[in-house]
């Protein structure tokens, strides 16, 4: 269709719209969930020195099949003190220093102790070097362990920590404005005039951004004004990196956020897309804030906030892949013909098939409720068969 973005190029002008956000300095215990700004460099190998993998005793492979006399003990944590020689056996623990003159560790269950004397009753070890954590095996100093953008989980945390790090540089949290629009909205819960319907789409976008990495989500709800529209923009603008508006972003006599943002002083990026739903959605900027318009329609601000919003506040944050992944799935259903817009269909994913939802209208709530994925068809697509492999992603 004439004049509308491709989904991929849209995505491409709004992330160029403000690069990510200066890094800051945290401790790991406030790292779960951030995104890394900078690679994370090891600055010491691990493990440091050859450590045992077991509970038994160090002795030096050659002297097989024994015996041997325990001259000492070493637990995780402390140095050995004595060299182990011909003959000799050392106590070891799993996670200590293998003595100097020992290679290999014969497990506690393969021998019998007497006193001093350690003699070899199992199979014992087969090569030289068994039971051996060998010095650098996890990662070595100068090892790139974490790349920029990562976003941190506790597994990376770990690793992070491990490293030699005292502290982490993450990017810093965006601060993010929600607007919802229309005179028809009330707040839910609040008795509903005629013509009225609860403001749903509120609730829904700060829900969505409550598990990214963001601050100061607070929804506010403007009438179909907009001068008044104009001067809540240029007022959060101050204070937010992203302004995210819901409503008010087509062609009609009360769409009014296209002419508020330049009444704001802000500029156009791009508006419209090919996409259903979604396709009358805005993008720009005032000053350094960005402004997304999202489209008004429920089903149509989920989708468009899938796709645009949340990867927008991950990028901001250091996202090194801000956007949510395709996957790929048999039909369990057919599915008809592509038009004219890429379309992201409300599905359900369950036993490895997808099966799009019965009503696909965007002004419906209810199969939001139900959906796990969308299912994406391209524009043109033929009609396809049950059983054929089509793209989803994953929203639940």
């Known amino acids: 269709m004439s004049g509308l973005l491709p989904v991929e190029e849209a995505q491409a002008r709004l992330l160029a719209l403000r690069a990510p956000l200066a890094s800051e300095n945290i401790a790991f215990s406030e790292a779960l969930g951030r995104h890394l700004l900078g690679d994370v460099v090891a600055l010491r190998d691990q493990p440091a020195a050859a450590l045992s993998a077991m509970d038994g005793y160090a002795i030096r492979f ?36 293998l003595p100097a003159g020992s290679d290999t560790v014969i497990v506690q269950e393969d021998v019998t102790r007497d006193g001093a004397r350690l003699t070899l009753t199992g199979d014992g070890p087969q090569s030289r070097g068994r039971h051996i954590r060998a010095r650098s095996t996890d990662f070595a100093t100068g090892d790139c362990l974490l790349p920029s953008g990562t976003r941190l989980t506790p597994g990376a945390i770990a690793a992070a920590a491990m490293s030699g790090a005292g502290q982490l540089a993450v990017g810093r949290r965006p601060r993010v404005a929600i607007v919802t629009t229309g005179d028809e909205l009330v707040q839910p819960g609040h008795p509903l005039a005629p013509g009225q319907i609860p403001d749903s789409n509120g609730a829904m976008l700060a829900a969505m951004l409550a598990g990214e990495v963001s601050e100061a989500i607070l929804p506010h709800h403007i009438r179909d004004d907009r001068a008044t529209l104009a001067k809540v923009l240029k007022e959060l603008a101050r204070r937010h990196d992203v302004i995210a508006t819901v409503g008010g972003a087509s062609v009609g006599d009360h769409d009014h956020v296209r002419g508020a943002l330049e009444d704001a002083g802000g500029q156009l990026g791009f508006w419209k897309i090919a996409m259903r739903p979604g396709k009358p959605l805005i993008a720009g900027t005032i000053g350094e804030t960005v402004l997304l318009g999202l489209p008004g329609n429920p089903s149509s601000a989920f989708v468009t906030a899938t796709l645009f919003l949340v990867p927008l506040v991950r990028h901001l944050a250091g996202a090194r892949d801000p956007f949510p992944s395709v996957h790929r799935a048999p039909l369990a259903a057919p599915l008809a013909e592509g038009g004219t817009r890429r379309d992201y269909l409300r599905a359900r994913l369950e036993g490895g098939r997808l099966t799009p939802l019965f009503g696909q209208e965007s002004g419906l709530t209810l199969p939001l409720a139900s959906a796990n994925s969308l299912l994406v068809r391209e524009i043109g697509a033929p009609a396809r068969a049950a059983g054929d492999i089509t793209d989803y992603i994953v929203i639940a």
């Open 62 to 97: 050659d002297d097989l099949p024994g015996p041997w006399i325990i001259i000492g003990e070493t637990a995780a944590g402390a140095a050995p003190d004595r060299r182990v020689e011909t003959g000799e056996a050392v106590r070891i623990f799993t996670g200590a220093m």
